[in-house]
């Protein structure tokens, strides 16, 4: 499997997790929800976006948690950007995975890593965006769990044993 196919595989479990997550969070607790439950998916999918502005060559997305007044509002812009993120991937190739990418934020961790950031690739940050939010994803799941609601399964072993099925977005 090529570096691409596999970048878009994760994608694809990315949206696949996200979908379980929100099928989760849109349940029992959709009326009243925590706001650190709130803030969480608004971090994961804010991030997803600045990436791909990024990776765009766009300015960074300027939203707020404000910007969304509902559960439902996020999870409408959450789902969107998976299009818009597909036909992103869909236009590369291989090649340009090894671009250098400067990453607009970096600088500001320089203090916390002890050093200045190395360069990173489209590939790298390819990568990055994925992880990231498979490491909130567990996150929103310990959240879920102290909520009282039992959180899916959403790894992306789970996900190849079902056979890499497609998302199934709440709708409500």
């Known amino acids: 499997m ?22 989760a969070v849109t349940g029992p607790i959709a009326g009243a929800p925590d706001s650190r439950l709130r803030d969480s998916l608004f971090h994961v999918h804010l991030t997803q976006r600045a990436f791909l502005q990024i990776w765009m060559g766009g300015p960074l997305p300027p939203f707020t948690p404000e910007s969304f007044p509902t559960l439902a509002d996020i999870r409408a812009w ?9 036909a992103y991937l869909d236009s ?14 970096s600088q500001r961790l320089e203090q916390r890593l002890g050093r200045q950031p190395a360069p990173a690739t489209l590939g790298d940050t390819l990568l990055q965006v994925p992880s990231h939010s498979t490491y909130h994803r567990g996150q929103v799941n310990r959240q879920l769990r102290e909520l009282g609601v039992e ?9 190849v044993w079902l056979g890499r099925p497609a998302p199934a ?3 409500a």
């Open 92 to 105: 590369l190739d291989e090649s340009r995975l090894a671009t250098p990418l400067t990453v607009p934020w």
């Open 151 to 159: 959180p899916p399964l959403v790894d992306y072993i789970v996900w």
């Open 2 to 23: 090529s570096s691409l196919a596999l970048i878009r595989d994760l994608f694809r479990h990315m949206e696949w997790a996200d979908a379980l997550i929100w099928s």
């Open 169 to 171: 977005w709440a709708t």
């Open 78 to 86: 959450a789902r969107s950007y998976f299009r818009e993120v597909t």
